[in-house]
């Protein structure tokens, strides 16, 4: 098994950070903090998402263009099939294609409201493979798509889940990104699936470091992912103690880009929260390291 100090060759790892748009001065002033301490990290892309039912459809083009404008790092804008019809979502993106901007993650989406039951838009896309053809058709974009380790909370079964997957890939993504997970051995059941499946295209897990335990758990219940009895344990007693949760976060995360590592996986994303210290952190213990060419924003 991995431990922190094993001599592990970080030169051929890749990284990338998502990041969300800002709803106010005080957390644009954040995020472009956050953006300047991971610019040096040289990530391969930087993702921006989409607010709940295209809620945020401005900021992220703001947020997108501004990363173009601002800094050398390629930005990939996320982009949803809700409450938004063909031609509305189309839009969005030739206007990001005219804008230079040549990557989108391709999602279907959550509904507005937390717990209501997808509606797909009576002239929208209905599923995130739609809006993949759909994306096809408008311009030749790199696409990325969501996939769950631990199956997507409204999916039949894994199987079916898997077949979503592949015809996303099939129909034109080139990689997918994972939702967060904590049980490594989970990830590793769901790419022996993948593997079966035969398909072929980077799986990039999703790492989210352990800001705060109770939010994260709260995320996890929601998106499907399992939170293993053990972190319980790792976090009891730190609710009041963000010093040494932050520290424990980092350690956690570290073990389970190892492990991953060990397994031969050289690509890791990092839901960052736009808060840059534990992701910097994470990858200077992996061995990623600021890149001169990349110097900070605005260089
Ligand atoms: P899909 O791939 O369309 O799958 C959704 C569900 O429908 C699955 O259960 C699937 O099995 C099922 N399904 C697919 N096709 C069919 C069909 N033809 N008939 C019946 N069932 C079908 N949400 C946001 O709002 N904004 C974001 O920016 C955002 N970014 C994300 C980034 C990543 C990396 C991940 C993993 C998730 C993100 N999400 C985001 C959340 C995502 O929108 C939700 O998880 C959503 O519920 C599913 O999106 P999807 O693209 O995986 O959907």
């Given at each position: 098994?991995?431990?922190?100090?094993?001599?592990?060759?970080?030169?051929?790892?890749?990284?990338?950070?998502?990041?969300?748009?800002?709803?106010?001065?005080?957390?644009?002033?954040?995020?472009?903090?956050?953006?300047?301490?991971?610019?040096?990290?040289?990530?391969?892309?930087?993702?921006?998402?989409?607010?709940?039912?295209?809620?945020?459809?401005?900021?992220?083009?703001?947020?997108?263009?501004?990363?173009?404008?601002?800094?050398?790092?390629?930005?990939?804008?996320?982009?949803?099939?809700?409450?938004?019809?063909?031609?509305?979502?189309d839009a969005v993106a030739r206007a990001y294609w005219e804008s230079g901007v040549r990557h989108i993650v391709a999602l279907r989406g959550d509904p507005p409201e937390a717990g209501t039951r997808y509606a797909p838009h009576p002239e929208g896309y209905a599923f995130a493979l739609d809006l993949v053809q759909g994306l096809r058709r408008v311009a030749d974009f790199e696409i990325s798509v969501a996939a769950y380790p631990e199956g997507h909370p409204e999916a039949p079964s894994l199987e079916a889940d898997i077949d979503t997957l592949k015809r996303k890939i099939d129909a034109g993504a080139t990689r997918a990104i994972t939702q967060f997970f904590f049980d490594v051995d989970a990830y590793r059941r769901f790419m022996d699936r993948v593997a079966a499946a035969n398909i072929t295209v980077p799986i990039v897990p999703g790492i989210l470091p352990v800001v705060g335990f109770a939010t994260a758990k709260r995320f996890a219940g929601a998106c499907g992912a399992s939170v293993p009895a053990w972190m319980d344990e790792l976090f009891?007693?730190?609710?009041?103690?963000?010093?040494?949760?932050?520290?424990?976060?980092?350690?956690?995360?570290?073990?389970?880009?190892?492990?991953?590592?060990?397994?031969?996986?050289?690509?890791?994303?990092?839901?960052?929260?736009?808060?840059?210290?534990?992701?910097?952190?994470?990858?200077?213990?992996?061995?990623?390291?600021?890149q001169a060419a990349h110097g900070s924003h605005g260089a």
């Open positions: 098994q991995p431990v922190i100090g094993a001599a592990l060759p970080a030169h051929d790892l890749s990284v990338s950070f998502e990041f969300f748009p800002p709803k106010t001065e005080a957390m644009q002033a954040q995020l472009w903090d956050c953006i300047q301490r991971l610019e040096p990290l040289a990530p391969a892309f930087v993702s921006v998402t989409y607010g709940a039912g295209g809620s945020t459809r401005e900021r992220t083009h703001e947020t997108v263009a501004r990363i173009r404008q601002e800094t050398r790092l390629e930005p990939a804008a996320h982009l949803t099939c809700v409450a938004a019809s063909r031609d509305e979502v009891d007693g730190l609710d009041n103690d963000p010093e040494t949760r932050k520290l424990i976060a980092a350690a956690l995360a570290v073990e389970q880009c190892r492990l991953l590592m060990a397994d031969g996986v050289r690509d890791f994303h990092f839901y960052t929260l736009n808060r840059p210290d534990l992701v910097q952190a994470i990858c200077h213990a992996l061995g990623v390291r600021p």
